[in-house]
């Protein structure tokens, strides 16, 4: 057989090469959303999540199953759970790292951080973790800034859920309140936000709620979403309006509902960047060239096993 396999395939299709990836941790669906395109490549991929963090109940629509634990037990499953695997794929748990440097040595370890976690973690408690992974992504734009060589991954929205032609299908008609839906989250405010969007003369009368109070079920999100006129998808942090997407606004977008983003833009279509397929493709090519970077041994530890499959 002449020349090298591409360990990934160019287009998104079932393939024959079957790569082992684990998903340690999850946030915001990111990670199952993640492994359900990825099986559709035909690779064998886990999420390992602890019970008890699931408020909305994603997980459980996909059928991932959460791990009953205490953090302790959690944290220490973390270190064997990937010994099967060729990728292991850590949403923000940057303080396992070092050590699963250490047990796999000669693994593709792949460090994805979420938000929160980067913004309120000092740049000297994470030096190790950075310096022991292949790569780190980050998930909104706004995140490149807090680091060297980071890699920006936009998050990926279920378009099989998130469907608006599908929504139409299915008789579920806009219910339009003629209000527009706002989360408020880190140190936002709703005056703050009614001031921004006075400035801009958008003349809306917001229906604003905690996000820790938002503890809506996943699968009604599409449903929920579309009971409003609007949705307004701001993000400010230490007073600053922040280059990022939330997962509700980017679902808003993909269902149609009119999106005001922290870009000062209306959106009401989902950006290609965030369509599942394009996002997947993406992080194929991220795990391609880590494997061709790693050394000879790792090289040949996974093209030999995917090519006498």
Same mark, same amino acid.
């Given at each position: 057989?002449?020349?090298?396999?591409?360990?990934?395939?160019?287009?998104?299709?079932?393939?024959?090469?079957?790569?082992?990836?684990?998903?340690?941790?999850?946030?915001?669906?990111?990670?199952?959303?993640?492994?359900?395109?990825?099986?559709?490549?035909?690779?064998?991929?886990?999420?390992?999540? =602890?019970?008890?963090?699931?408020?909305?109940?994603?997980?459980?629509?996909?059928?991932?199953?959460?791990?009953?634990?205490?953090?302790?037990?959690?944290?220490?499953?973390? #270190?064997?759970?990937?010994?099967?695997?060729?990728?292991?794929?850590?949403?923000?748990?940057?303080?396992?790292?070092?050590?699963?440097?250490?047990?796999?040595?000669?693994?593709?370890? !792949?460090?994805?951080?979420?938000?929160? !976690?980067?913004?309120?973690?000092?740049?000297?408690?994470? =030096?190790?973790?950075?310096?022991?992974?292949?790569?780190?992504?980050?998930?909104?734009?706004? #995140?490149?800034?807090?680091?060297?060589?980071?890699?920006?991954?936009?998050?990926?929205?279920?378009?099989? #859920?998130?469907?608006?032609?599908?929504?139409?299908?299915?008789?579920?008609?806009?219910?339009?309140?003629?209000?527009?839906?706002?989360?408020?989250?880190?140190?936002?405010?709703?005056?703050?936000?009614?001031?921004?969007?006075?400035?801009?003369?958008?003349?809306?009368?917001?229906?604003? =709620?905690? +996000?820790?109070?938002?503890?809506?079920?996943?699968?009604?999100?599409?449903?929920?979403?579309?009971?409003?006129?609007?949705? !307004?998808?701001?993000?400010? +942090? =230490?007073?600053?309006?922040?280059?990022?997407?939330?997962?509700?606004?980017?679902?808003?977008?993909? @269902?149609?509902?009119?999106?005001?983003?922290?870009?000062?833009? +209306?959106?009401?279509?989902?950006?290609?960047?965030?369509?599942?397929?394009?996002?997947?493709?993406?992080?194929?090519?991220?795990?391609?060239?880590?494997?061709?970077?790693?050394?000879?041994?790792?090289?040949?530890?996974?093209?030999?096993? @995917? +090519?006498?499959?």
């Amino acid at each position: 057989m002449a020349g090298n396999p591409s360990l990934f395939p160019s287009s998104f299709c079932q393939v024959s090469i079957v790569v082992r990836v684990i998903h340690l941790w999850d946030q915001a669906g990111v990670s199952a959303i993640l492994a359900k395109y990825q099986r559709k490549l035909g690779h064998d991929v886990k999420v390992f999540k =602890k019970s008890g963090w699931d408020p909305y109940k994603i997980l459980s629509y996909y059928r991932e199953e959460l791990y009953n634990a205490t953090k302790i037990d959690y944290a220490k499953k973390c #270190l064997t759970v990937p010994k099967k695997y060729d990728i292991i794929h850590v949403h923000d748990l940057w303080q396992i790292v070092p050590v699963l440097r250490i047990l796999y040595p000669y693994k593709i370890i !792949i460090l994805h951080y979420h938000g929160t !976690i980067l913004r309120n973690c000092p740049q000297w408690k994470r =030096k190790l973790a950075e310096a022991c992974c292949d790569s780190v992504l980050v998930a909104t734009k706004d #995140l490149l800034a807090f680091g060297k060589n980071f890699i920006y991954v936009p998050n990926p929205v279920d378009t099989d #859920l998130f469907n608006k032609k599908t929504l139409q299908e299915c008789g579920c008609i806009p219910t339009r309140n003629k209000k527009a839906s706002v989360i408020i989250k880190g140190d936002m405010t709703q005056e703050a936000i009614e001031q921004l969007l006075y400035e801009q003369n958008i003349n809306v009368q917001l229906d604003a =709620k905690e +996000w820790k109070e938002q503890r809506l079920p996943y699968a009604y999100m599409p449903k929920n979403l579309l009971k409003n006129e609007f949705f !307004i998808d701001i993000f400010i +942090w =230490k007073g600053r309006l922040m280059d990022a997407h939330s997962s509700a606004g980017l679902q808003a977008m993909a @269902i149609g509902v009119p999106t005001f983003c922290s870009d000062m833009k +209306w959106r009401n279509e989902l950006p290609e960047e965030h369509k599942p397929e394009n996002v997947v493709k993406q992080l194929e090519r991220i795990y391609e060239t880590e494997c061709l970077k790693h050394n000879d041994t790792i090289k040949k530890q996974l093209v030999s096993r @995917i +090519w006498n499959k």
